[in-house]
T-cell receptor
Framework: LAKTTQPISMDSYEGQEVNITCSHN???????ITWYQQFPSQGPRFIIQ???TKVTNEVASLFIPADRKSSTLSLPRVSLSDTAVYYC????????????FGTGTRLQVTL | NAGVMQNPRHLVRRRGQEARLRCSPM?????VYWYRQLPEEGLKFMVY????????ESGMPKERFSAEFPKEGPSILRIQQVVRGDSAAYFC???????????????FGPGTRLLVL
């Protein structure tokens, strides 16, 4: 199971772009990178998932370099409502039914 | 389409009592997963159930904890003789098919916060 490392916390002002980087040096060929968002007193919510290069959806972009040993979640123009904990997970067929969440990155957005 | 429902949202028990946590998956979902989150920590997998079957309980404590997902009704996570260390947020997730691949997303409920006095 590939271990992930991400910053404990980040601060940003409203309207800025936020990039959260996750390291997963031991990622395997069959592993995908998945990001979840968790607001206080709520369950995690799936944000985005990718295998390599770049993936974009209406919420975020995910950048994965060729060696796949790290990934960067990019949140464009954050607002106060993006204040949450963001989790980076490495998932494969064998672990997709039992997700493992680390401590995540606590993003605080202020005016 | 209602999301995953969990009740109660908050539960207070005294040491030695039993706690029953309920989870109603999203409509059309027959796969349920339970997770526990201790304060300031990430979620930890406990058990994966399909209707009337336990598929994977590798994360369940060996004693006092049990889970079921009957043919009719919600999934139940039962904790007998609770201790203070059981205080945590318990989250349920569901999926329409087995979450055996990265493309199969689990949808999480709002959680039940258990406090053991």
């Amino acid at each position: 199971l590939a271990k992930t490392t991400q910053p404990i916390s980040m601060d940003s002002y409203e309207g800025q772009e936020v990039n959260i980087t996750c390291s997963h040096n031991n990622i395997a060929t069959n592993d995908y990178i998945t990001w979840y968002q968790q607001f206080p007193s709520q369950g995690p919510r799936f944000i985005i998932q990718g295998y390599k290069t770049k993936v974009t959806n209406e919420v975020a972009s995910l950048f994965i370099p060729a060696d796949r040993k790290s990934s960067t979640l990019s949140l464009p123009r954050v607002s106060l409502s993006d204040t949450a904990v963001y989790y980076c997970l490495v998932v494969n067929t064998g672990t997709a039914s039992k997700l493992t969440f680390g401590t995540g990155t606590r993003l605080q957005v202020t005016l | 389409n209602a999301g995953v429902m969990q009740n109660p949202r908050h539960l207070v028990r005294r040491r030695g009592q039993e706690a029953r946590l309920r989870c109603s998956p999203m409509k059309g979902h027959s796969h349920v997963y339970w997770y526990r989150q201790l304060p300031e920590e990430g979620l930890k997998f406990m058990v994966y159930l399909q209707k009337e079957n336990i598929i994977d309980e590798s994360g369940m404590p060996k004693e006092r904890f049990s889970a079921e997902f009957p043919k009719e009704g919600p999934s139940i996570l039962r904790i007998q003789q609770v201790v203070r260390g059981d205080s945590a947020a318990y989250f349920c997730a569901s999926s329409p098919r087995p979450a055996q691949g990265p493309q199969e997303t689990q949808y999480f409920g709002p959680g039940t916060r258990l406090l053991v006095l």
